[in-house]
């Protein structure tokens, strides 16, 4: 298994405090070894970075931790694999571009049978069921909407029935971002929280770490936070519901889809 | 006008040095203060770092300088904004999945009426000339081939042929890599060198740094860069030949096409 963090805020937000507790995961307080990714949006722009050494020892996650970017949409992934060897090309968050966007995407969970769905344009570079999963996913996007449709709806319930279908085959909950919104699926596990005005304190599970939002933030800022776990032991998360597809934008939950 | 960087090597090489004086023409030595950006060929993988803040500046440079990834294809661009404005999105290089392989792209110059150029299923993110180029020239190796050639120099014949169309729209000096070779098409300015042993000691032209090749290398490491002008000041660099595309694989020269 893997864990999944993501984040949808009005404003460009650093995740220096979330990621802090998911890197611990990768190889210290979590057995999540085998690499680990994050991709930053910035405006029709998107950073990512990629290293298949665990996240709780490698330099280039000191670096996103220290350099603070900012970012109104993040996906990040740390990964113990089940599928696909250990390198680069196996390292999630995947990206590719449809319709002149930067579409990223992260799964947790194991598909039987993936490989077997046929491909339209977009093929995997390395070799696991989540890359396969989500070149078939754009595939069948694009076929249905060659041009991105004026509502937006319309895409967001064509994503949930294309989970539906990828859920049919085992476990698939995963994160996925069209450079607008911030997709959320649940199969199995997936929870979020949502902070604004009035701001608390918040503290790490997995790190011995302490914030106080109310001095980083403004009274207008809104920022949710999406991932496998709680990564604060004293916020109220939210659990999701398994085949739920939750839709942020700018922090806020716009919409749901259930089964 | 921007500067173009590239290397092809037979085994995992870093471009520290290179890379080095490079950097120092982004705002210091030189005036590419709009961004750069790197590209490093791990594997099927490829591993890129972008910043549209001047290299000389740049915190993620200097991770870049220090970490010494290693690599057998890279591909480095610093940018000198003429079309499209700096941010993210229009920093090079510019990349793309064609048969389930990274493909990479740099470009350096002007290209006239190259955004009424028809695409097909690429389509540019920003608002550069350069990555319209790319998209373009992608989307007309995948008509031409939807799968990849058993022969590489029917590709590489078909890469020319579009490098001498985009030619004809105004300067077109190019780094392109589909991850197996580096192609690198001059249309007004593009050098390169090849070390190997007996090495030497090589000085940058743009920054106080000396290195001793023979004390960083093995009797058989074969190691190419290519560069938009000469980056050492005592190497005798081979300087190409207008409308001419060359192919690199592990350091090699293996093809060239001229005009």
């Known amino acids: 298994m893997c864990e999944l963090l993501g984040m949808s805020a009005n404003v460009p937000t650093d995740i220096c405090f979330s990621f802090t507790g998911l890197m611990q995961r990768g190889g210290n307080t979590g057995p999540h070894r085998d690499g680990w990714g994050i991709a930053f949006y910035e405006g029709r722009g998107c950073r990512t970075f990629h290293d298949p050494t665990p996240s709780a020892e490698s330099e280039i996650a000191r670096l996103v931790q220290r350099y603070a970017i900012k970012s109104r949409i993040v996906i990040s992934h740390i990964r113990r694999a089940n599928r ?125 770490m302490t914030v106080d939002f109310q001095q980083e933030t403004t009274p207008h800022d809104v920022v949710t936070v999406v991932a496998t776990r709680p990564l604060t032991d004293n916020e109220a998360w939210t659990v999701m519901r398994p085949g739920a597809l939750t839709l942020f934008s700018a922090g806020e939950a716009v919409a749901m889809f259930s089964r």
């Open 84 to 208: 696909g060897r250990v390198c680069l090309e196996n390292t999630h968050p995947f990206s590719r571009e449809l319709w002149g966007r930067h579409w990223v995407f992260a799964h947790n969970g194991q598909l039987r049978g993936v490989k077997r769905l046929p491909l339209g344009g977009y093929r995997p570079i390395g070799s696991t069921d989540s890359e396969h999963a989500f070149c078939w996913l754009l595939s069948r996007i694009r076929a249905c909407f060659p041009e991105p449709p004026r509502q937006p709806a319309r895409l967001w319930r064509h994503v949930h029935k294309l989970s539906q279908e990828l859920s049919e085959r085992g476990v698939c909950n995963f994160l996925l971002s069209d450079a607008r919104h911030l997709y959320a699926h649940c199969s199995t596990q997936l929870c979020w929280l949502t902070r604004r005005a009035p701001f608390g304190q918040a503290r790490l599970t997995d790190a011995d």
